[in-house]
DNA sequence: GCGCATAGTGAGTAATCACTTACAAAGGTA
DNA sequence: TACCTTTGTAAGTGATTACTCACTATGCGC
């Protein structure tokens, strides 16, 4: 039998982003994960723990989603890749649910939690800067609200169309180099 | 005493708005509008009806906050204001709280509810073929995508500077036009 | 084997949840 | 005044909530 401790956080991580923390109720998870509920506090303390052990969790899945950008030398890839990032969200399962619990938690909690971003927010500025833009810093922040408004878009939006909508922000940036 | 139908629609926009529809009881809503609790349900017949009822005076406030656009005729003024929209929404409390509550209840239900922007997509596709863009709707869908990029930032981010980007993305569209 | 920590359970707890019901007050019309 | 509808309340309802507690099962060093 796998860990049970394992089975509550995928259980956890699966409510939580499908039906948001606080419709989700423990007993709902420790059904979820078979097991009974007391263990949820056994391990965990208590609901909001369970929450921050994901959190923990889910900002280490980000970190390697973001490691192959910051070792990127090439600018214009550290672009692309930044744009990209959303279809990996899209194709891994496990990001997929990591940041739809993120951003769920964000608007449940009302925290962006900036500083998870801040290596990205380098590694852009960096880029721009080698491309020769003037204000290279406002420009890696620019690109980042297009990625959250892309990613809200992807969650909440069925029928939006990510494909075509990466591909032309990413046309975008190429002829503003070339 | 003023309608207490309206003051308990006040109470619970508000309430929804800050704490969300899940984590907020209809207790709570009936003792903020110094009202019984069963009032609530004997004018909006449950919990999700009243939030329905807010919905349904939100959309109304969100289409008079698109008009301007709708009748503007210089496209490049269209542009202008559909980014100058965020400002807005930061100024006038009532559509401070509309919109976030509208935003919540999206990631809460995952229902992004297109069609309210159908309009503005058109006014948009049109100032953009106006002024020789050869995707004019795909632009219009862009530029939408990065006033969801905004709002979630100026709504989560404490510290997020909306003036500084704003005028930043009216200064891309600028350029990209004189 | 023994002792002891950790893992796990199931039946509880009080509080709170959305919602109902029985009834009273208020307002308009005849 | 008499009648009726609408508005409003207070005290409930059973179900569900997060969490606790007393207890057992399991593994591990000795």
Redesign the pocket.
């Known amino acids: 039998?796998i860990?049970?401790?394992e089975k509550?956080l995928q259980a956890a991580l699966q409510l939580f982003s499908e039906d948001g923390?606080?419709?989700?109720?423990?007993?709902?998870?420790?059904k979820e994960a078979?097991?009974?509920?007391?263990?949820?506090?056994?391990?965990?303390?208590?609901?909001?723990?369970?929450l921050q052990s994901l959190t923990k969790r889910g900002e280490e899945k980000t970190k390697a989603l973001f490691r192959p950008i910051l070792f990127e030398t090439d600018p214009q890839k550290v672009i692309k890749k930044t744009i990209d990032l959303v279809i990996k969200i899209r194709e891994v399962e496990e990001i997929f649910q990591v940041w739809k619990l993120e951003y769920k938690t964000k608007w449940e909690a009302e925290e962006y939690g900036a500083h998870k971003m801040e290596p990205l927010v380098f590694a852009l500025t960096e880029a721009f800067q080698k491309m020769g833009f003037k204000e290279a810093k406002q420009e890696a922040h620019y690109l980042l609200v297009q990625v959250d408004g892309l990613v809200t878009r992807f969650y909440l939006q069925k029928d939006f169309d990510l494909d075509a909508s990466t591909h032309f922000i990413k046309e975008k940036y190429k002829w503003s180099y070339t």
Chains 1, 2 share one sequence.
């Open positions: 039998m860990d049970k401790k509550i923390f606080a419709k989700t109720s423990t007993s709902r998870i420790a078979h097991v009974s509920e007391g263990l949820i506090f056994r391990h965990f303390k208590n609901k909001e723990g369970l």
